[in-house]
């Protein structure tokens, strides 16, 4: 069974530092992208970022820009957010969520084009004074 | 990056058929037909219902199906049953690996 487990989420204050993991199992993980999502309280989904198989690419939305840093270890079937500078506006639960195996490379970079499936259970993320 | 546009609420009775829309733009729905849906009971993951704007993923009921036209993408569910309501969100490709979702619309079966 294709498994998705988050941890790592908790109680911030605003410009603290968390770190999100996502343990895989039940596929071969190396093999897709990953992306994490968020969804803030009563609120719609929001793509974060997302990562190529051998973690060589990297993108995310422009709202955590230089504050999120996505990263993998195949070794190890995980995947991490690491998140600084964090404010009120990215409380959230926090999915992480396997990306394609399809790709395309253009001008030098490669992109992800595909849907989300599965979706791990979240960890929610509250940044408070 | 706008998120797409859905309506924030449709509703049916058991049995009936409903579409839900989902319009982007030019850059994002009108350019690519990698357009999915996500189905969300509250408290619950999301989970994939259609992707490539009409594909239904193993184990999907057939009474889900998806079409696009122009820059709108649309989810029609047949013969609704109660398990149907929930929320339900659609995500473009917008390039550069950028994906954007609709705001969500949520389905009450009456």
């Known amino acids: 069974e294709v498994q998705l487990v988050e941890s790592g989420g908790g109680l911030v204050q605003p410009g603290g530092s968390l770190r999100l993991s996502c343990a895989a199992s039940g596929f071969t993980f190396s093999s897709y992208w990953m992306s994490w999502v968020r969804q803030a309280p009563g609120k719609g989904l929001e793509w974060v970022a997302n990562i190529k198989q051998d973690g060589s690419e990297k993108y995310y939305v422009d709202s955590v820009k230089g504050r999120f840093t996505i990263s993998r270890d195949n070794a190890k079937n995980s995947l991490y957010l690491q998140m600084n500078s964090l404010r009120a506006e990215d409380t959230a639960v926090y999915y992480c969520a396997r990306d394609s195996d399809l790709g395309y490379c253009s001008g030098g970079s490669c992109y992800s084009y595909g849907w989300f499936d599965p979706w791990g259970q979240g960890t929610l993320v509250t940044v408070s004074s | 990056q706008s998120a797409l546009t859905q309506p924030a609420s449709v509703s049916g009775s058991p049995g009936q058929s409903i579409t839900i829309s989902c319009t982007g733009t030019s850059s994002d729905v009108g350019s690519y037909n990698l357009v999915s849906w996500y189905q969300q009971h509250p408290g619950k993951a999301p989970k994939l219902m259609i992707y490539?704007?009409?594909k239904r993923p193993s184990g999907v009921s057939n009474r889900f199906s998806g079409s696009k036209s122009g820059n709108t993408a649309s989810l029609t569910i047949s013969g609704l049953q109660a398990e149907d309501e929930a929320d339900y969100y659609c995500?473009?490709?917008?390039?550069?690996?950028?994906?954007?979702f609709g705001g969500g619309t949520k389905l009450t079966v009456l």
């Open positions: 995500c473009s490709y917008a390039g550069s690996s950028r994906r954007v």
């Open positions: 490539e704007g009409s």
